[in-house]
């Protein structure tokens, strides 16, 4: 079975468009992306509008990881297929997130778990880099952790204009939270402390549940509320 991804546009991104009066109240307009796999658990398209573009990030209807653009005003999709396979027919932990850095770069990564690649075996992190901002003609595959360590829930964050990257090192019941903070001058990865963020003691999971992830507290120190 195959549906139809749609992106609904609200009042606030096309408030110049006329509405359709055939969409619910609030839409003004329905804009078909792509085909995708229809019944997905997890991994559900992520949408972001930046500096005039707006990206999707999504598994197809051959569970292909893919991202398409197109620019606000503009009906026309680009699209690009990433050589990632989601090999989970319910897509069970199958997480996409989609991150943009200081100077338009977009960041793609994806969990791990009953992924394919090609070629074949794929790196414990799977993760993007475009080679130009505001782009999506090509990306560069980047490590981004130690060969070593797995890094599930990999998400992306916006922290006060920089991007961070959140992951679980360990496994199901004895996990670490950790958190790697973007450079975009160096172009590079740097974790930001030396000890987890959320320790999980070898005893229990520890995640960074919250939307917007970690936020500066009082003192201007990264802090979770």
């Known amino acids: 079975m195959r549906v139809l991804l749609a992106i609904l546009l609200p009042i606030s991104v096309l408030s ?8 619910p109240a609030g839409i003004l307009k329905q804009l078909d992306v792509s085909p995708v796999w229809s019944v997905h658990e997890t991994g559900h398209p ?13 598994y197809d209807d051959h569970r292909f ?18 050589p990632v396979r989601m090999g989970w027919a319910t897509g069970g932990h199958a997480n996409l997130s989609l991150g943009i850095d200081r100077d338009g770069y977009l960041h793609v990564t994806c969990y791990r778990r009953r992924m394919t690649i090609e070629p074949p075996t794929p790196p414990l992190a799977i ?3 475009s080679k130009a901002p505001h782009s999506i003609e090509a990306f560069e595959q980047l490590p981004m952790v130690p060969e070593e360590v ?16 959140a992951f679980r090192r360990g496994h199901s019941g004895g996990g670490d939270q950790l958190l790697n903070r973007y450079d975009p001058d160096q172009r ?25 992830g970690p936020t500066p507290g009082p003192d201007g120190r990264s802090d979770h509320p």
């Open 16 to 23: 110049f468009a006329k509405a359709d009066e055939s969409l």
């Open 46 to 58: 992520v949408l972001m509008t930046r500096e005039g573009r707006q990206y999707v990030l999504y």
């Open 65 to 82: 990881m893919n991202i398409a653009s197109r620019a606000l005003g503009g009906d026309a999709w680009q699209h690009f297929r990433f």
């Open 127 to 129: 993760y993007y880099r």
């Open 150 to 165: 797995n890094p599930n829930y990999p998400t992306f964050y916006e922290v006060s204009g920089e991007l961070f990257f």
């Open 188 to 212: 590079e990865w740097r974790q930001v402390f030396d000890t987890p963020v959320l320790d999980g003691e070898s005893e229990r999971n520890a995640y960074i549940q919250h939307p917007a």
